[in-house]
């Protein structure tokens, strides 16, 4: 028996009423942009929206009547679509928001997205199907594209991270080449060498030892992804405790003031946190006003599903105008006579934090502190220990 899954057509009360549904159905197939389309149990149509006709190249929608989609689509795509509305009037399962590609025979491609009925006669008999289409080719090619943007920005990433990794690697080699020769020239030619020629030589040490903690900060920045741990719930609490063990000489020699609030748990990777926190702090000491006591205050915030840590100093402050920059890789605002580093840490920070899903920023003004703030989300809720 066949299920009915929709009412009969309505049979109209009067001539009047009849004119009426012919003129409203004749406003819908003239003009809605739409493909509307009904089809006899053969599968060929019987009557068409005029945007539907035109869809074909057809200019009058009485001239589709008869066709059949092997008229114009590709072999492939007409026999699919026909296998689809068979089973349609076999079953009266309709098909509902479907999204078809269609091929043409001269290989182009469209999309539609499309609702396939069962075409019931009066008595609920199944007579042959309708549907309804819209074009959505423009919105999938638009989807492919970011799709595609996306790859091709994932390779690129991993094509950088790879460099930055190999590069760091290889270069290390001839590095210490150079740095083993220089040292031997001075251990066994310093004597013979006069003014200009020792000065030579250190300025080409200083150049060397320069390039290895550039190429130790490059390993260091690849190594964020490529040796992360997985996370688990960590304390923050206690990365911050040991980011400040850590960090106990710079504090002690600056006289620095570091308050923090009470931590929370979070999801992580313990040493990876610790020197976020030893990073940032370690900044905020030393880009200290020259003769005031540093004062570093950590907070922690809950914010809807994320923790907001924020570390603040009194610092010399950032022009906003710097904001992005500082977080790229060897960027700097001072030369290295002013404050020593590489510009590597607040690269290696960003990193960081988006691994573990967050984001990091930081709040200024030039000669006033700055507080640096990171996200990291809050951990899952873990099961309850209950007393029997
Ligand atoms: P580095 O300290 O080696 O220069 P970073 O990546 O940690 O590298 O910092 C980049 C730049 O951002 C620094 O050169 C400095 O100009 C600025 N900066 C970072 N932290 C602070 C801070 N707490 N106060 C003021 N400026 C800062």
């Known amino acids: ?27 819908i197939l003239e003009t809605i942009p739409d493909h509307i389309y009904f089809k006899d149990i053969d599968s060929r149509t019987v009557r068409c929206s005029l945007a539907h006709a035109k869809f074909f190249g057809v200019e009058d929608p009485k001239d589709m009547v008869g066709k059949k989609d092997f008229d114009f689509f590709s072999e492939e795509h007409a026999r699919q679509a026909f296998e ?6 076999r079953t009266g399962e309709p098909l509902i928001g479907i999204e078809e590609k269609e091929t043409w025979p001269d290989g182009r491609v469209t999309w539609v997205s499309t609702t396939k009925m069962p075409l019931r006669d009066e008595k609920g008999e199944i007579v042959g199907t309708f ?62 060498l006069d003014q200009d020629g020792q000065e030579f030589i250190a300025f080409a040490v200083d150049g060397a030892q320069r390039m290895q903690a550039m190429i130790n900060d490059l390993l260091s920045y690849s190594r964020v ?52 926190f030893q990073n940032l702090i370690g900044n905020g000491l030393k880009y200290r006003r020259p003769g005031d006591v540093p004062e570093i205050h950590v907070s922690a915030q809950k914010k809807d599903s994320e923790w907001v840590f924020g570390i603040r100093d009194n610092g010399i402050g950032i022009d906003p105008k710097y904001f992005d920059r500082i977080f790229g890789i060897f960027q700097r605002l001072h030369t290295r006579e002013q404050y020593a580093g590489t510009g590597i840490g607040l690269a290696v920070c960003k990193k960081t934090v988006e691994r573990h899903g967050g984001r990091i920023w930081v709040e200024s003004e030039e000669g006033k502190g700055a507080t640096f703030y990171f996200t990291l989300p809050v951990a899952p809720d873990l099961p309850k220990k209950t007393t029997p």
């Open 1 to 27: 028996m066949i299920k009915r899954t929709n009412p009969p057509l309505p049979a109209a009360s009067g001539a009047e009423d009849l004119i009426r549904d012919r003129n409203l159905l004749r406003t």
């Open 84 to 89: 689809d509305e068979q089973r349609i009037i």
């Open 131 to 192: 549907g309804i289409s819209r074009d959505i080719t423009r919105q999938k090619e638009s989807d492919l594209e970011a799709k595609n943007l996306t790859a091709a920005l994932k390779r690129s990433n991993q094509e950088l991270e790879e460099f930055a990794s190999v590069a760091s690697h290889d270069l290390q080699e001839p590095l210490r080449m150079i740095s083993g020769y220089l040292k031997l020239i001075v251990q066994r030619y310093q004597d013979r």
């Open 225 to 276: 992804t490529t040796q992360g741990k997985t996370f688990s719930l960590i304390e923050t609490e206690a990365m911050l405790q040991r980011a400040l063990l850590n960090l106990k000489v710079a504090v002690d020699e600056a006289g620095a003031r570091v308050t923090h609030e009470a931590m929370p748990a979070a999801m992580g990777d313990e040493r990876q946190i610790e020197r976020l």
